[in-house]
């Protein structure tokens, strides 16, 4: 019920290529779906994020396709950069009834963006 | 322009020796979160503080991890009796408060080893 599966575990795309990462999710409380990206030796951060409520949200050359029915959303990123090459986490958010904004992570993505 | 801080980058240990690991939250968020991040394992919750809340305990993973927070801001996760398993990066986050959609932002975190 607090999973949330991350696929794939790796991935490669050639510069200027999409990456997409993929993610489900069990418990239908879970009302926010925030994308992290994390450099090595340093924390992750916070790339977009998106709510319930909408199907898409698109940031720049990232883009999340939230599926409600399926019970699962997706990054895409657009024109892959090697500055893009980092691990990525998908998470959701707990439904604790507010009493706590703790995050339910993926397992993490490494992408490789080649030259 | 302070981020999140934590200290030590890196701890080394010996099995059964008790450790300390410190963080230094945004000046002005309320809400620190510490999350346990191990080798090609996502981000494991493990204690929130909120305000002058109560802490969300509930992903402690034993009784010998424990931690607190004094005068609001800084943070500390004692791990007493360390075990090879609790090798890991300990990383700690921190928001502006515990509203929902409010985004984490995460230090680099500490890389712990237990020999």
């Known amino acids: 019920q607090q999973q949330v599966k991350q696929s794939p575990q790796s991935l490669i795309v050639q510069k200027g290529g999409i990456s997409i990462i993929n993610c489900a999710y069990e418990?239908?409380?879970?009302?926010?779906f925030p994308w992290y990206q994390q450099f090595p030796g340093k924390g992750p951060a916070l790339l977009i994020a998106i709510r319930p409520d909408v199907s898409e949200k698109k940031e720049g050359r990232f883009t999340i396709s939230f599926n409600k029915s399926a019970k699962q959303f997706s990054l895409h990123i657009m024109d892959s950069q090697p500055g893009d090459s980092a691990t990525y986490f998908c998470a959701a958010r707990g439904p604790e009834g507010g009493a706590t904004n703790k995050l339910i992570f993926g397992t993490g993505t490494l992408l490789a963006v080649q030259p | 322009g302070a981020g999140v801080s934590q200290s030590p980058s890196n701890k080394v240990t010996e099995k059964g020796k008790d450790v300390e690991l410190r963080c230094d939250p945004i000046s002005g968020h309320t809400a620190l979160y510490w999350y346990r991040q191990s080798l090609g394992q996502g981000l494991e919750f493990l204690i929130y503080?909120?305000?002058?809340?109560?802490?969300?305990k509930s992903g402690l993973p034993s009784d010998r991890f424990s931690a607190e927070r004094t005068g609001g801001s800084v943070s500390t996760l004692t791990i007493q009796r360390t075990q090879q398993e609790d090798s890991a990066v300990y990383l700690c986050?921190?928001?502006?408060?515990?509203?929902?959609?409010?985004?984490?932002?995460f230090g680099p975190g500490t890389r712990l080893t237990v020999l």
């Open positions: 418990n239908t409380a879970f009302d926010y």
């Open positions: 503080f909120q305000g002058n809340s109560a802490p969300d």
């Open positions: 986050a921190s928001s502006l408060d515990g509203l929902t959609y409010r985004e984490q932002f």
